[in-house]
């Protein structure tokens, strides 16, 4: 009976090695790692962030918490770049002109942008010597292949429609005509930061165009494993150099880590994993303000946010029906949505524009919420209509949107609308809403620059008019808009828009959204030198933020 | 002495040269020989009675929660957004349990929540119970090639892990969120897939408990009185197999639960705004930091009736083991 | 070995079905799958989607296609980032069996001492206390854990361990398994503060069934003749204990061990999404909210094969470690 016989001597020293190593396993993995990460923020005696505090020295590297990954690249013909794929952007590429803190657009890649009289014909004057990471020169026929190639993209070409004609009048100069006078024609070289100048060679070939990334930026791209990590290292022979004379950028390598979640991003901030994320998540904004002193943040003020808004497909069942419409904007309680969503962070929006956007009007005329009144259009609705009124709310896979989109549909049911919830990640979403299948879509865009800059997303017919709505009055105000010289008349053009969408409601605006950077301590210069040649300094608009002076601190 | 019910199946298995299943080896490991000892003498325990008691609560709760003078669990009161428990607004009724991420109340959402979370954890249960129980009968009972086949099918249903085989049907036959084409109701969808990934779970141990059952005397004297198979079945073999079914079921029942939450944590349960306890805590994980409760009110319902259901389900498989070794 | 030739044959079977099972997911999709997978796909593209699918063939024969590319290594495409499924694979594998690996390392490490303890300590207030414990360990889910752990220590703790640093709640850091799967490593002591407290998450319910499973076989193989003569002999309870008893009763503790690689995978699933560790689990949930089936499918039968051919090789451990069954056959 004995089946269990005696145990060898060489298996009982195996068996207690393997208990021994068991228990004893973290310990050896960790005797034998290498050092331990980043300090712990929020310690003791860490003083109060003193502006230029320490001088900027270089080295060092950062990884970045973006919101979403940019799964379809940076090719200028396919690019659908939101905020996240434009900070990228910011890293690897430059844009012709940015926007500086007094509002104005300025040339930046450009030497500088001009235009005649009659704002039809634009000279873009370039820098010398400056390079692409491959060595190729920034000059007219590069920066020309790019307006060529935005043109030609579906979605960025919508906004640059009015140009009729680009040419390379010297080697350094291009030579744009648009076909209609187009006063705020420079900030179309900006487009929130889209408009990457990119290299010739990462054109030339389309199947490699988008993960293929060469600019002229502080950093050049040295890998991008989709989903985990993009990691761009020091452009050596990059054009500019700070008040100093040093050369930029200070950090030797930049890694963006793609983190959907808001949440996420600020325990990765907190615990170490992330040295800098960025956000526009009330709750998380609201929490961060509240740490304010074991970070170093940078906070969007009022005046040029983006606005969160709901928005509606006018060319569909049931909203296309302006009854139905004003059925869901009654029914929808903003006030209520600001606060339980944002922890009242942030402002209840009534139009698209913030307070410092030309066309701003206090009081448009956006109705107030009103749900009997909601009830009572909805049933009219459903009268006419089978007895059914429902609506579809579709959003990003953030919990936080998921938990907005529940909201909503608790205040619709209020009035009778039945709405279902459908939840997609950051790019089938972008392209739910190109693809124009969709009912209401949890949005946010139009960032407070020109006001023309909006042109494109509510232009008759233009492929980055989601919602598809077609309003002749509109239209006319925008196409009126583009090209009013006199300043007083354009701003009583855009305060005509911002009142038109307040009566049609086409959107149901919701919040201003406002962005804030947040990075460790040892994270300095989010918003990095002022712009060359006296153009002032940057302006932190739409989340977007230079790279270039980012340095570390011990 | 041996310890009786490991040692059979150990033995069981051994003598028919395959290794010994893991599902019956985890249950059996929680009945030891000193501990059966101890029921047989005590009766249920302490233990036992806070088990029954915790779920008739929470039945009770789910099954009178339409009439139950609760608020409506999707009704938003902003002030109590994310408050803890006692969150009192000022309004007529205190919130006992506090306020959720949309300033629902939690005590309802709790209540409601769980009369979902046990609905398709029952009757996911229920189709593995008739669906496995009739497979394991089948293949244990006729053995031969019958006994190959169903040993296959269960061992493919088996050969995906659990939670990836439920999520893959979830996705596939739901109506595609937001749509209305094609698919399932996402409730009946989460059910039939927890239903397929329970099915083998039920068949083999209904299979391993007939495969004992079927070589015993009684068996093979009515066989020889010329009963009919489905008699026998029926008759004889069925009721000795049930309690071995009816334990593994009760503990089916708390898997069941567990996975509903990690299928909510992924977005495949219900639809979100329907409140189940995996729904709640998927949301709620978002607001740790300022609003635990959110998670932790529906964790601790999931910990205390999946602590119960795993008590009464081994308790139940104690009692009749002890009387089949008495034999 | 007949047995072992039936079991061969079983194998072979089983990975065959649950193939075919993952592959007819995408035919058991109510609606287009086309649709679904490239909503804005132009309508040539959505053909060539059919196409190169085999949604025009006849099932069998697209089935065999299929299943030659995946074991060639073609795993498809991910339709929405237009990247190779295998390219995600690699960069996501070490992840995953990283993190599995630290589970079961835990587990045992605790459960093991556990294990015997209490087999040694029988019926004592000790005993009881530590099998109370682990029963309610039982019932507690891996992503209840989870977020606690990411609570409590993230939140409120925050403790700094020597040589690991701050554990992380949030993000992933490489280790020294990406090498062989030829994605760039890293260094260690962030590799463990990332990968921690996921690990312990999966490693407690584990914990529990192990010990218990130990305890029980060392309580039967405690009570066998053999160790009442090696308690005769005068030998110390620490050497009975380690050196005669535990080894037999080891034997279904390592055969439930290597089969819970399955049921880690599936716990892994939420533990991942919670830490934000992008392993085999993200990756299954993008694939699932970019509705990207052809993707999904390749997961699915990935895993099923791979978790078929460690029941396999358990098994056939378990067959050749166990005199038992040897002798039975001899």
Partial sequence: MNSRGAGTRSFRSRVVALVAAGSLALGVVAVSGAAAGAGTPGSPGTPARVAGAAAPKPGGSVTYGLEAETGGGWCPTTAR???????????????LVVPNSKGEIVPYLAKSVEHDPTYQTWTITLRDGVKFHDGTPVDAAAVKLNIDAYKSSTLVGAALKDIDTVDVTAPNVVTVKTKVPWVAFAWFLYLDGRFLIVAPAQLANPDTCNSNLIGSGPFKLDHWTVNQELVANKNPDYWQKDAKGQKLPYLDSITFKPVAEAVQRVNG????????IHTSDGQQVDALLQKKSSFNEMYEQPGRREVRYYLMNEAKPPLDDFNARKAVAL?????????????????????????????????????????????????????????????????????????????????????????????????????AAVGGNFSIMLWRNHPGGDPDVNYQWWQTGSLLNFGKFADPELQTLLDQGRSELDPAKRKAIYQQVDKRFASQLYNVWAYYDAWMVAGKKTVNGFMGPALP?????????????????????? | MPDEPLQQFVGQAVDEGRPVDPGTIEISAVTTGPEV?????????????????????????????????????????????????????????????????????????LIWGGRTTLVVATLSVLIGFVLGGLLGLIGGYFRGWVDTVVSLLLDVLLAVPAVILALALVTILRTQPGTTSGGLDPELALILALGVVSIPVLGRITRASTLSWSEREFVTAARAQGAKHRRVIVREVLPNVLPAMYSIALLGIAVAIVAEGTLAILGASVEPDTPTWGNMIAIGRIQLERAPHIVFEPALMIFFTVLALNFLGDAIRALFDVREGAL | MKTVARRLLQLVVVVLLSTLFA??????????????????????????????????????????????????????????????????LEAALPVSIALMLYAQIIALAVAIPLGVFTAYKVNTKSDKAINAGAFALLALPSFVLALALAFLVGVKWKPDIPLIGQLQVSGYSPGWLEPLFGQPGGDLGPHIATMLLPAISLAAGLIAVYMRLLRSDMIATLQENFITMARAKGLTDRRILWRHAFKPSSLTLLTVAGLNFGTL???????????????????????????????????????AIGYVLINFVVDALYVVLDPRIRRSHA
């Fill in chain 1, 533 to 554: 040649d006296g153009g002032g300094q940057p302006l932190f608009i739409y989340g977007r933020h230079p790279l270039l002076g980012i340095y570390v601190t011990k």
């Fill in chain 1, 81 to 95: 770049l939101a905020i996240s794929g434009i900070e990228v952007g910011a890293a690897i590429y430059d844009t």
């Fill in chain 1, 269 to 276: 901030l907190q615990g170490g994993s992330l040295d800098i």
């Fill in chain 2, 37 to 109: 000892r101890r029921l047989r003498k005590k009766g249920l325990g302490i233990a036992g009675w806070l088990s029954i008691g915790w779920i008739t609560l929470v039945v009770g709760l789910a099954v009178l929660a339409p009439v139950l003078p609760l608020d409506d669990p999707k009704d938003v009161t902003t002030a109590i957004a994310r408050r803890g428990p006692f969150a009192d607004a000022g309004t007529a009724s205190g919130h006992l349990l506090g306020g959720d991420f949309n300033g629902r109340d939690m005590l309802s959402r």
């Fill in chain 3, 265 to 303: 995978i599936g716990g892994a699933l939420a533990v991942e999404i919670i830490f934000q560790i992008p392993g085999l689990g993200t990756l299954i949930y993008q694939a699932i909210n970019a509705r990207q089936i052809v993707e999904l499918q390749s997961y699915i039968a990935i895993i």
């Fill in chain 3, 23 to 88: 592959f007819s997911l995408l035919r058991l999709f109510p609606g287009d799958a086309a649709d679904a997978t490239i909503p804005y796909g132009t309508a040539a593209q959505k053909a060539q989607f059919r196409k190169d699918n085999g949604l025009d063939k006849p099932f069998l024969e697209q089935y065999g296609t299929w299943l030659g590319n995946l074991l060639q290594g073609d795993f498809g495409k991910d339709y929405q980032s237009n990247t190779q499924v295998a390219d995600k």
């Fill in chain 1, 331 to 431: 029914a929808i309680d903003r006030q209520q949505i600001n606060q339980i969503r944002n922890d009242g962070v942030f402002t209840v929006a009534d139009g698209p524009f913030d307070s410092s956007v030309t066309g701003y009007v206090k009081n448009p005329g956006y109705p107030k919420t009103n749900v009997p009144e909601a009830k009572k259009l909805a049933d009219a609705y459903k009268a006419a209509h089978g007895g059914t009124f429902s609506v579809v709310l579709e959003h990003t896979n953030d919990p936080a949107n998921v938990a907005e989109a529940q909201l909503i549909k608790e205040q619709l049911s209020k009035a009778g609308i039945d709405s279902t919830l459908k939840q997609d990640d950051q790019t089938a979403f972008i392209a």
